[in-house]
C-alpha cells in the first residue's frame, strides 16, 4: 500500500472513532405552546315578557238534584215519606227526624207547598182506611207546623187503601203502604 493511502484509511479512521468518542448533542425537542381555542362568549338570551296567566278556577258540576225542586226535598229531607204502626196514627222518633228535615227544607223555599197524602194498608174497610189515612196526613201536618211551616202551606188528602206503593198482601208490604207522603206541590227559592 502506498503511503497516502494508508494516511488516507487512517484518517478516516481518526474522524470516525473521533465522531463516535464525542458526546452526542442533546436533542431538546420543545412541547408545542398550547392552542388557545377561541371559545365564543354565552349568548344571553331574554326571554319575550310572557302576559300573565289568568287564574280559572273550574267548580265542579253540581250533584245532586235542583235546588227547590222535589226531588231535592226528598234528597236534603232523606224520605218524603214518614211510617206509621198498624192502626196508629202517632208519628215515630224516625218520622220526627224526617219531618224536622222536611221543616227546614220549606223554611229555605217558603214559596213551597206541601201536599200530605195519609195512606194506609188493604186490611180494613174503605171508610175507616180514609180516615186512618186523613188522620196520619193531619199528623204530620200538625208536627210541620209546630216546627214553624206555615199551615197555610200544607195541604192533606187521605187515599185511605186506594194508592198502595206495595202490591203485596204480606206485613212487609203493608208496613210500606202504611205511611204518609209528603209531595212539594209548587217549589221556588226562598
Known amino acids: 500500500m502506498n503511503r497516502k493511502m494508508k494516511?488516507?484509511?487512517i484518517?478516516?479512521?481518526v474522524v470516525a472513532v473521533?465522531?463516535?468518542a464525542s458526546a452526542p448533542k442533546e436533542i431538546v425537542q420543545q412541547e408545542p405552546e398550547?392552542?388557545?381555542e377561541q371559545?365564543?362568549?354565552p349568548v344571553v338570551t331574554v326571554p319575550a315578557p310572557v302576559a300573565p296567566v289568568e287564574q280559572v278556577i273550574v267548580q265542579a258540576a253540581p250533584t245532586g238534584p235542583a235546588a227547590g225542586s222535589a226531588d231535592h226535598f226528598k234528597y236534603v229531607s232523606g224520605e218524603d215519606r214518614v211510617y206509621f204502626a198498624y192502626n196508629s196514627y202517632d208519628l215515630s222518633t224516625t218520622a220526627r227526624d224526617t219531618l224536622r228535615r222536611q221543616a227546614q227544607w220549606l223554611g229555605n223555599y217558603s214559596t213551597s207547598i206541601l201536599v200530605i197524602g195519609g195512606n194506609a194498608d188493604e186490611r180494613g174497610t174503605r171508610e175507616y182506611n180514609l180516615?186512618?189515612?186523613a188522620r196520619r196526613a193531619d199528623s204530620v201536618k200538625a208536627f210541620l207546623v209546630s216546627q214553624g211551616v206555615a199551615p197555610a202551606r200544607i195541604t192533606t188528602v187521605s187515599y185511605g187503601k186506594e194508592?198502595?206503593?206495595d202490591g203485596g198482601s204480606n206485613e212487609s208490604s203493608w208496613a210500606l203502604n202504611r205511611n204518609a207522603h209528603s209531595a212539594v206541590l209548587v217549589g221556588g227559592e226562598g
Open 7 to 9: 494516511f488516507a484509511v
Open 131 to 133: 180516615a186512618l189515612g
Open 18 to 20: 473521533s465522531a463516535c
Open 11 to 13: 484518517s478516516m479512521m
Open 163 to 165: 194508592r198502595p206503593i
Open 34 to 36: 398550547p392552542v388557545q
Open 39 to 41: 371559545i365564543p362568549a
